[in-house]
């Protein structure tokens, strides 16, 4: 540790960042969506050591080590901006986002993670916004997740001469996100694993004009939001592995709501064009849900339990505070 860069002990960085949603509908890998629903860190600078006291989703399963993966992320920012190992902390988290389940929990983690360390160091070490999207983006492997993370909104990321790059979008004041949120998990890496390495040309054409539509629909006119949330590219091969999500998903769309799975699932997200709408959706999954025959109601023989909320669209990002003793 380079003690010249490095917050005094004492110093203390709060952190509150938002959920996400990637892959929105056709918006495989690029499309990024912020969820107003929240986690919240609390890095206090210690003598020595490594501290924990983690609550909320998740906590009880995650190690209280230095593999956890907002410590990972701080010393990732240490790395980049060459202040060698990590200071004594003390990490206070509470976690909102469930794990496994599609609505950016890791990508929350290490933005988290990222802007804490970052306030950490002294101006001349800082890190500027460009090197953050990089060092997040590769800790979570894409940034469609950590974007709207780190900016809220909407976000349009892609990569360019070898860095990720990141456009901010307005979106509509109509637009409300409806989570479903089951109570099984699936991994990310399962849900990837599905995916096909080649699609034909129409499979391509069709996710491009969509996801082009997607953008305007949701920055402009809401009304479009069910045509322009049509996927063919990875929804379909993912059905399997969340066969109630998929389910709950298509019942959705047949009655006429925006409704796809969120990031790799298994949450089914439903885009709702105002207040009216966003209360039939709810009581459209209340509704579907409840139905035993339904498919959506159980998975592997087992009653499926869903917690449904209808939540915002977060025009800004993670928020950061520095205090000191």
């Not at 986690?39 to 206090?44: A, F, K, P, R, S």
């Not at 539509?213 to 990875?234: G, M």
Request: hydrophobic share 40%; glycine share 10%; aromatic share 4%.
């Amino acid at each position: 540790m380079n003690e010249q860069v490095v917050a005094a002990p004492g110093t203390s960085v709060s952190v509150r960042v938002p959920g996400s949603t990637g892959n929105v509908g056709p918006g495989f890998d690029t499309l990024g969506l912020a969820l107003g629903y929240y986690d919240e860190l609390t890095v206090t600078r210690i003598e020595s050591g490594l501290e924990f006291e983690l609550t909320g989703e998740g906590s009880e399963n995650v190690p209280q080590t230095a593999d956890h993966l907002v410590v990972r992320s701080m010393q990732a920012v240490f790395d980049a901006a060459g202040a060698g190992s990590l200071p004594g902390l003390r990490l206070k988290a509470h976690n909102q986002i469930p794990h496994g389940r599609g609505m950016g929990s890791s990508a929350s983690a290490v933005v988290a993670g990222v802007l804490a360390a970052n306030a950490l160091l002294s101006d001349t070490a800082r890190l500027d916004d460009r090197t953050i999207l990089q060092v997040c983006s590769q800790l979570e492997g894409h940034p469609d997740n950590v974007a709207p993370t780190l900016y809220g909104g909407l976000t349009v990321s892609f990569e360019q001469n070898g860095e990720f790059v990141s456009v901010p979008v307005h979106v509509h004041e109509n637009v409300i996100p409806i989570v479903a949120i089951p109570d099984f998990e699936v991994a990310t890496s399962v849900a990837r694993g599905l995916l096909p390495d080649t699609v034909s040309h129409r499979t391509a054409a069709v996710t491009a004009g969509r996801a082009a539509l997607l953008v305007e629909a949701l920055s402009n006119r809401p009304e479009y939001l069910l045509p322009a949330t049509f996927d063919l590219l990875h929804q379909p091969y993912r059905a399997q592995a969340m066969g109630p999500s998929f389910e709950l998903m298509t019942q959705l769309r047949e009655r006429g709501f925006a409704a796809l799975i969120s990031g790799a699932g298994p949450t089914v997200l439903t885009l709702a064009n105002g207040p009216e709408a966003a209360e039939q959706v709810v009581a459209a999954i209340d509704e579907i849900t409840a139905d035993a025959d339904s498919a959506a109601h159980t998975h592997n023989s087992e009653d499926v339990s869903w917690r449904v909320m209808a939540l915002r669209v977060p025009a800004e990002g993670a928020k950061v505070g520095v205090s000191t003793q």
